[in-house]
């Protein structure tokens, strides 16, 4: 079933794109952040970033624990969202799904120089440090592009989406350096 929506972006599309940037980065870090506190562990969190007020993690199974909750959470949020889109249509859902498509495979690139969450866990497990990282962009990938084929979003569309989510996500990981604001 396809969906004619326009792919006008309007003033409450950037509006919901700055929203689903920083809802999206602040609950992927709060679930870290839930993790670690559940596991025992004093933790802290900024807006991109979670970490131990002190110490360290007991074991690599705590650490990996605290590794895998943001990322489980973001794969969470973008089924919920695609489920959501594909049943109740609404044009303004997609920065949310776009945003956690993004927030991951930024998180592969980010990986080649410092291991991100995915690639962790990957090394971890034997599987090599990019087949987790690669995995999770796929799955998300494929779920974004089924919704913009359902709505008939355009290349121009998505172009001005992943400008809008870049600029935001840098906005946030830029104030989190060099303003380190902790939120918890």
Same mark, same amino acid.
């Given at each position: 079933?396809?969906?004619?929506?326009?792919?006008?972006?309007?003033?409450?599309?950037?509006?919901?794109?700055?929203?689903?940037?920083?809802?999206?980065?602040?609950?992927?870090?709060?679930?870290?952040?839930?993790?670690?506190?559940?596991?025992?562990?004093?933790?802290?969190?900024?807006?991109?970033?979670?970490?131990?007020?002190?110490?360290?993690?007991?074991?690599?199974?705590?650490?990996?624990?605290?590794?895998?909750?943001?990322?489980?959470?973001?794969?969470?949020?973008?089924?919920?969202?695609?489920?959501?889109?594909?049943?109740?249509?609404?044009?303004?859902?997609?920065?949310?799904?776009?945003?956690?498509?993004?927030?991951?495979?930024?998180?592969?690139?980010?990986?080649?120089?410092?291991?991100?969450?995915?690639?962790?866990?990957?090394?971890?497990?034997?599987?090599?440090?990019?087949?987790?990282?690669? /995995?999770?962009?796929?799955?998300?990938? /494929?779920?974004?592009?089924?919704?913009?084929?359902?709505?008939?979003?355009?290349?121009?569309?998505?172009?001005?989406?992943?400008?809008?989510?870049?600029?935001?996500?840098?906005?946030?990981?830029?104030?989190?350096?060099?303003?380190?604001?902790?939120?918890?």
């Amino acid at each position: 079933m396809k969906i004619n929506r326009n792919n006008k972006i309007d003033f409450n599309y950037v509006l919901i794109t700055a929203l689903a940037v920083l809802l999206s980065w602040i609950s992927h870090e709060l679930a870290h952040w839930l993790m670690g506190e559940s596991l025992g562990y004093n933790m802290g969190m900024s807006f991109n970033k979670c970490f131990l007020v002190n110490g360290s993690f007991k074991s690599q199974q705590d650490y990996q624990m605290v590794s895998a909750a943001g990322p489980v959470f973001t794969l969470i949020q973008a089924i919920f969202i695609f489920i959501l889109m594909k049943y109740r249509p609404s044009k303004l859902l997609y920065p949310f799904l776009f945003t956690c498509f993004y927030m991951r495979f930024f998180a592969t690139i980010i990986s080649i120089i410092n291991p991100n969450d995915e690639a962790r866990i990957s090394k971890w497990l034997g599987l090599g440090k990019f087949t987790l990282p690669i /995995l999770m962009s796929a799955l998300l990938f /494929l779920l974004l592009y089924s919704i913009s084929k359902q709505y008939g979003f355009d290349r121009k569309f998505n172009l001005i989406t992943l400008g809008l989510v870049i600029f935001f996500s840098s906005v946030i990981i830029l104030a989190d350096q060099y303003f380190q604001i902790r939120l918890l």
